[in-house]
């Protein structure tokens, strides 16, 4: 499991992280493709399966959320998210079954929210100044914190952190996975900002320690939060796995369960912390 683990990640890494520091349009691209197929997933759920999601509809939507953050534009992606919601409650004015009306507007929205709104936040970081150092900062703190959480809970795990929702998971792991997210934005700090490897691919920019340590704590707490909710809903649809599309780790949704959070509050940090407020 560990091994198919490692050969997916070796595979995918290089071709993410080229498509992160290329941007434009390859990157929508993949980021637009990340949405549908974790929608996918989530829409097809063996207790969402039968009822009568918007599914096309809710894709539809989160796709046009991506490419209005592609163009920068957050006001016009405010007012299209709004439309969006709008758009599937009068839909549901022609639906046969009134009394599923709730149940299927609630899965539809949700999806709506969860994938395509959070992730799009990835395409408004993108577009800030050091964009691509910031998204590659993103998955490599968020990713190693991942590796941390799986690494102290498979070897050290005795504690059960929230066995209701994920029975697997520990409180060793979970400390595993703050401490490597922490360590990562150290190492990140030293490798961006104090080596010069780096220099002729990317940009250093210009953080200090403070920040790198925060974003280190901050997206390293908030990412197991996304991992536990993913776990919730795999929970009450009685599933182990959102898919199978990757090796040792399951659907595109288990890969991608704490980036769902950490990318909103990573682009939040950047524009109004660094950027505004410069406290550090």
């Known amino acids: 499991m560990l091994r198919t683990r490692i050969l997916s990640t070796l595979v995918a ?9 290329y941007g434009s349009w390859p990157f929508l691209i993949l980021i637009s493709a990340g949405i549908l197929l974790c ?31 592609y163009w920068g534009n957050v ?35 949700l999806g709506l929210i969860y994938v395509g709104w959070l992730l799009s936040h990835q395409l ?31 070897t050290l795990g005795k504690h059960k952190l929230i066995p209701r929702v994920s029975p697997n998971k520990s409180i060793e792991g979970a400390i595993g996975g703050l401490l490597f997210s922490i360590a990562s934005g ?11 490897f780096l220099g002729r691919w990317l940009s250093s920019p210009g953080l200090s320690l403070v920040h790198y340590f925060i974003l280190g704590l901050i997206l390293g707490v908030v990412g197991q939060f996304g991992d536990l909710c ?5 929970r009450g649809a009685e599933i182990k796995d959102a898919g199978g599309i990757i090796p040792g780790h399951g659907g595109l949704l288990d890969v991608m369960d704490s980036l769902l959070f950490t990318s909103p509050v990573m682009y939040y940090y950047i524009i109004h912390v660094v950027g505004r407020l410069r406290f550090f």
């Open 13 to 21: 890494a290089p071709i993410l992280a080229w498509l992160i520091w």
């Open 39 to 69: 929608l996918f997933e989530l829409y097809n759920m063996p207790k969402v399966k039968g009822l009568r999601i918007l599914r096309i509809t809710g894709m539809v939507c989160s796709v046009l959320l991506a490419l209005c953050a």
């Open 75 to 109: 006001y016009y992606l405010s007012i299209l998210l709004t439309a969006s919601i709008l758009l599937l409650l009068a839909m549901q004015l022609f639906g046969k079954r009134p009394l599923e009306t709730i149940t299927n507007l609630s899965y539809t929205i």
């Open 124 to 154: 408004l970081l993108r577009r800030a100044v050091f964009g691509g150092e910031y998204i590659l900062l993103l998955f490599w703190i968020t990713w190693l914190g991942d590796i941390g959480a799986y690494t102290f809970g498979t």
């Open 186 to 196: 150290l190492l990140a700090y030293l490798l961006l900002e104090k080596s010069p």
């Open 230 to 234: 993913e776990s919730l809903l795999k």
